[in-house]
């Protein structure tokens, strides 16, 4: 199980959960590759190939949970499955009792329905099926309020969840999200073992407690380079999956400065 090892989170569990990897790339491998699809066209050229549509996307919610849950509560909740990413959901700055869950395979949604009014410590738990578009709302959503920043920076945030990374400008500074939080330089360095990195070209962010956030800035050489790093995308470091990001100066100078 991905909590245990050199990397094992620590501290308030349900904190891992908005620093946790954002399964974005929705035609990644990690959910089967979708194969090829033929639509026959009346057409003297017969059969035309046609784009593969987005397969399904494994994504539960969960409702009624108790407000000390935990992300690790909720991998014992769904023991024997895959968990990808535990997005805890607050609405007024308070946890909500709601959460979303994606598992590792879409299979496995129908045994975490199983789980449905089975109990987390003394309170039941409901267990919904749900859309990617509602997962990634809420990921949106929850960048907005932990950010706190305009209606204009939200719009601009949630815009890049759907559009997705590849279309963002490149700086020659990355984001990295979903870093375990005993994650160090030297650990970043040699997960872009490929570039040469100064130590101080690497910024780790920390939370308003003065402990690691589960998120990092690195800064590049160039543009290319850091278009280039973006193939690191969703690598492990350790046991976790870290997420990149095209960032820019600004966005990190504003990052560190919350963090001090």
Known sequence: MFFRGKYADVGDGREMAPKRQRTIDPGSSFYGSPGSSFMYNSSPYGYVNQPPPPPPFPVVRLRGLPFDCTEIDVAEFFHGLDIVDVLFVHKGGKFSGEAFCVLGYILQVDYALQRNRHNIGRRYVEVFRSKRQEYYKAIANEVSDARGGSPRQSASRAK???????????????????????????????????????????????NLECRPSGEAYVEFENAEESKAAMAKDRMTLGSRYIELFPSSHSEMEDAISRGQ
């Open 160 to 206: 890049l969840y759907h559009e997705g990374k590849d279309s963002a400008e490149h700086t020659g500074v990355l984001r990295l999200r979903g870093l375990p939080f005993s994650a160090s330089k030297d650990d970043i360095m040699d997960f872009f073992k490929d570039f040469v990195l100064p130590e101080d070209s690497i910024h780790i962010i920390m």
